[in-house]
């Protein structure tokens, strides 16, 4: 049975017309169930998470992240 499921998910992401088609459902799905705007503000958080979890990834240290991230101009 999880083999199935490992075909299904390696064919998803080889296939990049379906994997298209399977983000685009999911923010379909979750447009419909809760609204528009709580779904956009949903993705920019995901989106900054992963970036600030790659910058994090990258073994840089946390304050040079926290420097690009937000610079210290306008910290005050």
């Not at 992963?50 to 926290?66: A, M, T």
Request: glycine share 8%; proline share 3%.
């Amino acid at each position: 049975m999880m083999d199935k499921w490992m075909q299904a998910l390696r064919f998803i992401v080889d296939n990049k017309r379906v994997l298209g088609m399977v983000i685009g459902l999911l923010f379909g799905v979750l447009v419909l169930t809760v609204g528009l705007l709580k779904s956009l503000l949903l993705l920019f958080f995901v989106a900054a998470g992963y970036y600030v979890g790659r910058l994090f990834e990258e073994q840089e240290d946390w304050r040079d992240v926290i420097d690009r991230v937000i610079p210290p101009k306008y910290r005050d």
